[in-house]
């Protein structure tokens, strides 16, 4: 394997700020210094006028993810493609257990989906069955698998939810185990009650998607949650966060100690529920869960990176295609055309994360550089047992560079994206900063609009203890 040389960048993780050159040997940094000497046979980049930083991790996708009526359209491979060119070498997506089998079939099912990836993976586990076995499983999965961390819904009774026993008894064995659970907080059981009460009035709209599924039921489940894992001794992931009730929730427990994190979506940092008024039907595209809310939360979340209420930035990547062509009705929103109930619940993001945080965070609100590293790639490392070899640059850690122009001015538009999806929620808008360069372990994955990647070549990565940062 090519020995690699970038010189002349100016480094950046989520604590130092200088100007070096990084050499890079069997696929981890080797050495970090002032005028590195390139060798014969080296492989030289030169990344004068960018900025270095750690590859992007995102901890919370669904690729090639099949719920029965639904499956989102991206495989591994050209999930993975478009996150490389976003800036991500690191995913960590979600398996699920299938209903009445154990989570370990789930994950073996997972790896023969997940092989075409091209950057590295984690998994994890969607839990549906709490029973004495599959907790016995979780640990397993713990202890053996790399898996450490566990979804468990609140929401979609029938289908995802787990009521609160089995999430208090979850909570239990993944904080004795050195592993962390990940709750999507909304009220469930009350937000049936209004959908199927919307579909009856004839209310069958994308809109009344938000319209049912309002802040406060986000705010009494994530209330719920922190309870429970306090009671639990457990620490607590809170995905996808929307509401400032929630944030209000989570920023409470964070101040008498309690170990809560949390991360929201560039979608609720950028957009709001007008999106859902778009006609023909467009507004499907706006339909995820929890949904676009107004000005007032979008504040409170801006708010909460600042103070570090909120930790991560991560994209919650569910796509489903707007169009039934080419891929068919089970990848489309238009399942939903009669009844917003039935819009597959999700959203493209892979590959606008980086630049979108940038320009909002650091060049439009002040943010310093170190917090934009610190949320899209080190403290997601941290939180989920991936680093160091993830979310930093120094030597001995896997050699996952982004050389990131913070000059750049571009259109993000979904025709030049690298998703299946044939739309993003973020058509038209300019913004500044933009990935030049990918590098997944020395590999040159990205040069400019260039794939050099390969699918099949990420690796999976197991994971240890969550929940420090
Ligand atoms: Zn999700």
């Known amino acids: 394997m090519a020995t690699v040389l970038i010189k002349g960048g100016r480094i950046v993780t989520a604590v130092d ?7 890079i040997e069997n696929g981890r940094i080797h050495t970090i ?29 669904h690729l090639d993810w099949d719920f029965g009526v639904a499956r989102t359209v991206d495989t591994f491979a050209t999930g993975t493609m478009a996150a490389a060119f976003g800036g991500t070498t690191t995913v960590v997506d979600f398996c699920n257990q299938n209903r009445g089998e154990s989570p370990l079939k789930g994950l073996e099912d997972w790896h023969k989906r997940a092989a075409s990836a091209a950057v590295d993976v984690g998994a994890h586990m969607i839990m549906l069955d709490v029973t004495d076995q599959s907790l016995a499983d979780m640990k397993t999965l713990m202890a053996r698998e790399g898996v450490t961390s566990f979804k468990l819904f609140m929401a979609y009774p029938g289908v995802l939810m787990i009521d609160d026993a089995g999430l208090f008894k979850a909570m239990r064995i993944a904080g004795s185990n050195g592993g962390m659970i990940c709750v999507h907080a909304e009220n469930g059981l009350v ?27 986000e705010g009494e489940a994530t209330h719920r949650a922190i309870a429970l894992s306090e009671l639990a001794e457990a620490p607590l992931y809170v995905v996808h966060l929307s509401a400032a009730e929630a944030l209000h929730a989570v920023t409470e427990a964070r101040d008498r100690g309690v170990p809560v994190h949390a991360e929201t979506c560039p979608h609720y940092l950028f957009l709001t529920g007008e999106d859902y008024e778009r006609p023909e039907f467009e507004g499907a595209k706006y339909v995820m869960t929890p949904p676009l809310r107004d000005h007032s939360h979008q504040a409170a979340l801006w708010r909460g990176l600042a103070t570090s209420d909120l930790q991560v930035v991560s994209t919650d990547h569910c796509p489903f295609c707007f169009n039934e062509q080419p891929y068919g009705i089970k990848y489309s929103k238009q399942q939903g055309k009669d009844d917003f109930s039935k819009i597959p619940n999700g959203a ?7 630049p979108l945080v940038f320009d909002g965070a650091v060049r439009a609100r002040g943010m310093s550089l170190n917090r934009f590293v610190g949320l899209t790639s ?21 050699a ?70």
């Open 400 to 469: 996952d560079i982004v050389l990131f122009d913070a000059n750049e001015s571009w259109t993000i538009r979904a025709a030049e994206q690298h998703s299946r999806v044939d739309y993003t929620l973020f058509e038209g808008r300019q913004v500044t900063g933009r990935v030049k360069k990918v590098f997944l372990r020395g590999r040159l994955i990205v040069d400019g609009p260039e794939w050099k990647g390969r699918e099949g070549m990420g690796e999976f990565v197991r994971r240890g203890e969550c929940g420090k940062i």
């Open 17 to 23: 700020d200088y100007q070096a050159d990084i050499l």
């Open 191 to 217: 937000i049936q009650v209004l959908v199927e009460e919307a579909v009856k009035r004839g209310h069958t709209a994308p809109k009344y998607h938000m319209l049912t599924r309002p802040a406060s039921m």
């Open 33 to 61: 210094g002032r005028d590195l000497a390139a060798g014969p046979g080296v492989e030289v980049h030169d990344a004068a006028g960018l900025i270095a930083v750690p590859g992007g991790v995102d901890v919370h996708t």
């Open 348 to 354: 493209p993001g892979i590959e606008t994360r980086l």
């Open 378 to 398: 080190t403290t997601p490392a941290k939180l989920f047992g991936l680093f160091p070899r993830k979310g930093t640059i120094a030597v001995g850690s896997d």
